[in-house]
C-alpha cells in the first residue's frame, strides 16, 4: 500500500464529501447551507490541489485541472456569499442563495470528475 496515494485519494474524496455536503438541501434556502463547510471544502479543495501539484503524468494534468475548476467555483461561490450577506447577518437571500449554490454545483461536477479520473487509474494501475 502507498501511504501518498491514500493520503491523496483522502483529500480527493473528502473535497467531494464536503461539497456534497454543502450542495445538499433546498438551492434558495440559506439554513439549509453552512458557510463552514463551504469554507472547510475550499480549504480541503485547496490542499488537494496542492497534493496534485507533484504528478507529471497525463493523469495527473486531468486532476490538476479539475481541481483547479472546483476551487475556482468554491471560492467564487464563498466570494458571491460575502458580498451578499446583509450587514446584519442572517445569510443571503433566497436568489442570491441559489446563485451560491449553483456555482457549487459545478464544483461539485469537477470534484465527481477527479474522484472518477482517480478511480479509473487506481483500477488501471492495478493489472
Known amino acids: 500500500m502507498n501511504f501518498e496515494r491514500v493520503v ?4 480527493i474524496v473528502l473535497t467531494l464529501s464536503l ?9 434558495d434556502t440559506a439554513e439549509h447551507h453552512n458557510v463552514w463547510i ?4 475550499i ?4 490542499v488537494a490541489i496542492g497534493l496534485k501539484l507533484g504528478d507529471r503524468s497525463q493523469t495527473g494534468a486531468l486532476l490538476l485541472a479539475s481541481g483547479l475548476v472546483a476551487g475556482l ?5 464563498r466570494v458571491v456569499w460575502i458580498v451578499t450577506e446583509p450587514a446584519g447577518g442572517g445569510g ?7 446563485d451560491i449554490v ?3 454545483s459545478g464544483a461539485l461536477v469537477a470534484n465527481i470528475i477527479a474522484t472518477a479520473i482517480l478511480v ?3 483500477l488501471l494501475s492495478r493489472r
Open 120 to 122: 479509473g487509474d487506481t
Open 19 to 27: 461539497n456534497v455536503a454543502f450542495v445538499a438541501g433546498g438551492v
Open 102 to 104: 449553483s456555482i457549487a
Open 73 to 77: 467555483l468554491l471560492i467564487a461561490s
Open 38 to 41: 463551504l469554507t472547510f471544502a
Open 43 to 46: 480549504i480541503v479543495n485547496l
Open 8 to 11: 491523496f485519494g483522502f483529500f
Open 92 to 98: 443571503p437571500g433566497p436568489g442570491d442563495m441559489a
